[in-house]
């Protein structure tokens, strides 16, 4: 491919694609590889040097494997569904980078003493052991592969990709996995699909007519969403917080 393709020819690309044409969706991952895929994934390159428990090609795969699985979820009429692709592609990396993260630290309780696997309910640390909760009496720490002799140095990098997933994009991505049901729904008609203020004359009404429901659900569910990134933005000072102890 010769040259960078833009969002229209994403657009028509994505409607051939959908109706089972296999030179579309080569074309639109083909573009992806060679233009765009280098960029948005470029910064968590450092996370995946000589020692780390990812290798970056799974990263590319990972990106490339949930674009193409994005394909036919996405909704050419409205938005720009190339924007939709890179943001699946995109969220996909980061669970994959944060997963890696949780497997290298674990979690303290201050009550019983015991260290175990991250655990949480409701966006609060809970002890496995003794039932401990909140950020006051659990801690987390780095972890220690004594078996094979490797001290995971990798844990600074998967924690400077965690801090790097500060920005708006990344925090969105980390947030949508607490959110399920209905109040997904809403947020990715919102936040993937544009049904936004900035596209809809009236997005309340035009969500609660896609989804079958009146306008009052959907602001029952809008309080709800706005309610749980209220707690998940004050997890997030507390994680900063972490991060900065630990990198000095």
Known sequence: MNKELNAEQ???????AQE????????????MMQYKMRTMLYKYREACTAGSMIDFS???????IAVAKAVNEADVEVGNPMVFLLSKGKWAVIDVLR???RRVIRQHCEECGATTRLNEENGQPVCPKCGAKGHDKIHREQFVNQDDGTILNTVAMQVKSTEDMTSDEELIADFRKRLSGKKLEVFDYIM????DRDGCKNYIKE??????VGQA???????AIKKELKEYLAEIEEMDRYIESKLG
């Open 10 to 16: 994403y657009r028509e690309l994505i409607k051939l």
């Open 20 to 31: 089972g044409d296999k030179f579309a969706m080569n074309d639109i991952l083909a573009d």
């Open 58 to 64: 799974d990263l590319q795969q990972t990106f490339l």
């Open 99 to 101: 997963s890696s993260y």
């Open 192 to 195: 993937l699909k544009g049904f």
């Open 207 to 212: 969500i609660a007519e896609k989804m079958g």
């Open 217 to 223: 659900n959907i602001n029952l569910r809008l309080r």
